[in-house]
């Protein structure tokens, strides 16, 4: 056998073992993923040889420093707060809920840089759609589908994280927050309205959907109900989330003028991850004291519950996929490299598909996102595909999206019969394709 078929046999049995530890952490979920990945990283090393590259550690840093100051503003109330705002906006227009809601979730996520801030929207999306006879489906799936869209723009979430990171790691400190946010903010949100439009023509009014008035003379559909009433906010609750978004704010504005993080005799600016960690850090420690929210509730919020499963997923599984790539680039850059040159945007197909093996926007970035680099895909067209990351919806196994199906009474949003014909699918596709469409043609006109 010639030497080039056994190295094509070998690449093709540890791709073998790549996918089978994603699987295997798939089927466990949660840090899962992380460790598994971790465990596909040692069988490479120990049948394969591959030598392992430096861990993420930038892209952990950031990701836990943004996830203390959010867990922080957690439980001094603040995420409450933002969700009472949230709702009103959602309950004063009731008649165009499939166009307001993911709009504010998308709003919402883009703030506080997790989609986990659905959860408590989600029963409010399907009352105000329920109380106004429109189809319950049509906004809750939209809306699901934007809070996680918004991941990709929002400054401080974990997935921006890793993308900057990547830029920093390899020297293109030309590239960074402010060319991310200035292709990203608008072309997610261009996804999200386009979505919510097509979304306003999908399935049949409740009036003339027989499975929701078989359901509903059967008694098996609750009757709308009025605002609940619940507990007042903590007196934390405002000042935590006014200091989480001025650092938000504040974050953005070092971005944008490099000027400003530039110390006293030094020619360069400090980098972002850099920043991004120290002002979050900051801010954590400035809502403790202005708040005295209880330190040891802080862990137990789902916040960072969610944030630390996210550093774990990218631990192990994106150092087992830049170990694989780093150790066969020299036959796999080659082979796809001119396919991706020519046209670099089939290199978001392969990002969307990633995304549903991962479940998770920062690993799917840390893990792919090199390689598109490597291939000499230029940084603006990387960052125009970087909405594709949000493919987790394709198979309606996120929980977000069996969230959204339970917190829909009606029984209008649902998983097929065909497990694939599910509620998502159709905003899902539209606003990603809208979105990575809207920033390939911004980047050739930005830049």
Same mark, same amino acid.
């Given at each position: 056998?010639r030497? *080039?078929d ?25 840090? %899962? ?8 990283l ?18 952990? =840093?950031?990701?836990l ?16 707060f ?29 703030v506080? #840089? ?52 990547? @830029? ?7 590239? #960074? ?6 292709i990203?903010? +608008?072309?997610?949100?261009a ?27 059967? *008694? ?6 009025p ?14 989330a006014?200091?989480?978004?001025? %650092? ?15 110390l ?13 960690e ?13 708040? $005295? ?13 969610? #944030? ?5 997923g990218?631990? #192990?599984l ?9 150790? $066969? ?13 020519a ?7 392969? =990002? ?5 093996l ?10 792919l ?26 198979? +309606? ?8 199906i ?35 043609l911004?980047?050739?006109?930005? @830049?």
């Amino acid at each position: 056998m010639r030497t *080039g078929d056994n190295v094509t046999i070998s690449i093709l049995l540890q791709f073998a073992v790549v996918l089978a530890a994603i699987w295997m952490g798939a089927r466990c979920s949660g840090v %899962g993923l992380g460790l598994w990945g971790a465990v596909g990283l040692l069988v490479l090393m120990v049948m394969f040889g591959v030598t392992p590259t430096s861990p993420p550690i930038d892209v952990m =840093l950031i990701i836990l420093a943004v996830i203390m100051a959010a867990s922080v503003m957690e439980a001094a109330g603040g995420i409450d707060f933002l969700v009472r705002i949230a709702e009103r906006v959602i309950r004063a227009n009731p008649k165009y809920v499939t166009i307001v809601a993911p709009l504010t979730t998308w709003g919402f996520t883009f703030v506080a #840089g997790t989609g986990h801030i659905i959860y408590p929207l989600l029963p409010v999306i399907y009352e105000t759609a329920h109380q106004a006879g429109i189809r319950p489906e049509r906004p809750m799936a939209v809306a699901t589908i934007a809070s996680q869209q918004a991941i990709t723009a929002s400054p401080v979430a974990a997935a921006t994280a890793a993308m900057i990171g990547l @830029f920093a790691e390899r020297g293109l400190t030309q590239w #960074g927050l402010p060319q991310v946010l200035m292709i990203c903010v +608008p072309a997610s949100l261009a996804g999200v309205i386009v979505a919510a439009i097509v979304s306003i023509f999908l399935g049949e009014d409740l009036r003339d959907d027989s499975t929701y008035q078989a359901r509903l003379k059967a *008694g098996e559909v609750p009757p709308a109900k009025p605002r609940d009433q619940r507990a007042p906010l903590a007196p934390s609750a405002r000042i935590s989330a006014l200091i989480f978004l001025s %650092g938000v704010a504040l974050v953005v504005v070092f971005g944008f003028f490099p000027a400003l993080r530039t110390l006293p005799g030094q020619k360069s600016a400090l980098e972002m991850p850099l920043v991004i960690e120290i002002v979050m850090m900051s801010v954590a420690a400035l809502m403790l004291a202005a708040t $005295n929210v209880k330190v040891d509730a802080i862990p137990k919020t789902a916040t960072l519950h969610a #944030g630390v499963v996210a550093v774990i997923g990218i631990f #192990g599984l994106a150092w087992m996929g830049d170990s694989f790539i780093s150790a $066969n680039k020299d036959v796999i850059l080659p082979a796809i490299g001119h396919w991706a040159r020519a046209a670099p945007w089939t290199f978001a197909f392969g =990002l969307f598909f990633a995304s549903v093996l991962l479940y998770s926007q920062a690993a799917t970035t840390r893990a792919l996102m090199p390689l598109g680099m490597a291939l000499g895909i230029p940084p603006q067209f990387l960052i125009a595909m970087f909405p594709s990351v949000n493919g987790y919806f394709l198979i +309606p196994t996120y929980g977000s999206l069996i969230a959204a199906i339970n917190f829909d009474l009606s029984g209008t949003t649902r998983i097929g019969k065909y497990v694939l014909n599910h509620s998502f699918m159709i905003p899902g596709l539209v606003a990603t394709a809208t979105a990575v469409f809207v920033g390939l043609l911004l980047a050739r006109v930005i @830049f």
